[in-house]
């Protein structure tokens, strides 16, 4: 099945600790995007890549950084300089930058104790 | 950035229609209406887009208005796996490749559904 993936469900980690959060897409799609949910709220934009090896700042992007070496996989690492980490990251695709449509992955709820 | 305003939150009930409102009094003729939804602790999936036109999908119906400056969403009989938050976005068309195509989320309209 075609989809995009996100692991773990859940993390935990240490304040000071950086975290990487996996995405992953078999849909062939050249955009991806992270976003950050905070409760209560709606989605902001953290990075946004158009094409592989290739990426832009979002919204919120201090304290974060990502790659883009595979059409395939977006990962998103949460540094120590992130002052309040604790969120629910999504991460989606579209076809093309162009495209109508982004596609949801299943989200990574991090807590930072 | 083109903003959109809607309800925090609505009730209805299972089987009967539902309209969600969207006020968009600042749109630009190049803007996109875009609704999507997110199913509690899920991410968000894509409902409809439109420009001009009212538009069905077997998902929803959006209902534009003649000066664009207001949708609303039609789902036509609601069930409980409807209950979520929607988002009605504005997304230019001119520029899809840039930033300006990105999708910006507000606090959209939470749903309840009452069996």
């Known amino acids: 099945d075609g989809g995009i993936t996100q692991s773990p469900k859940y993390l935990f980690r240490k304040e000071g600790q950086n975290v990487t959060l996996s995405c992953e897409q078999n849909?062939?799609?050249?955009?991806m995007y992270w976003y950050r949910q905070d409760p209560g709220q709606g989605l902001r934009l953290i990075y946004y890549?158009?094409?592989?090896?290739?990426?832009q700042k979002g919204d919120i992007a201090e304290g974060y950084s990502v790659s883009r070496e595979k059409k395939e996989s977006f990962p998103l690492t949460v540094t120590s300089a992130q002052k309040n980490p604790t969120a629910f990251y999504l991460c989606?695709?579209?076809?093309?930058?162009?495209?109508?449509?982004?596609?949801f992955g299943p989200g990574t709820r991090l807590t930072v104790l | 950035d083109a903003k959109t305003t809607q309800p925090n939150s609505m009730e209805s009930n299972e089987e009967e229609p539902v309209h969600l409102p969207c006020n968009h009094s600042?749109?630009?003729?190049?803007?996109?209406i875009h609704w999507y939804r997110q199913l509690p602790s899920q991410g968000p999936e894509y409902v409809i887009h439109?420009?001009?036109s009212n538009v069905n999908n077997r998902m929803a119906s959006l209902a534009i208005a003649e000066d664009r400056k207001s949708s609303t969403l039609i789902l036509h009989r609601a069930t409980l796996r409807d209950a979520a938050v929607y988002y009605c976005?504005?997304?230019?068309?001119?520029?899809?490749?840039?930033?300006?195509?990105?999708?910006?989320f507000g606090k959209g309209t939470k749903l309840s559904v009452k069996p």
């Open positions: 989606a695709s579209a076809l093309t930058s162009l495209g109508n449509e982004q596609f």
């Open positions: 849909l062939n799609h050249d955009a």
């Open positions: 890549s158009q094409i592989v090896n290739d990426f």
């Open positions: 600042t749109i630009s003729g190049t803007d996109y």
């Open positions: 439109g420009l001009t």
């Open positions: 976005i504005l997304r230019d068309g001119t520029n899809y490749g840039g930033s300006q195509g990105n999708l910006i």
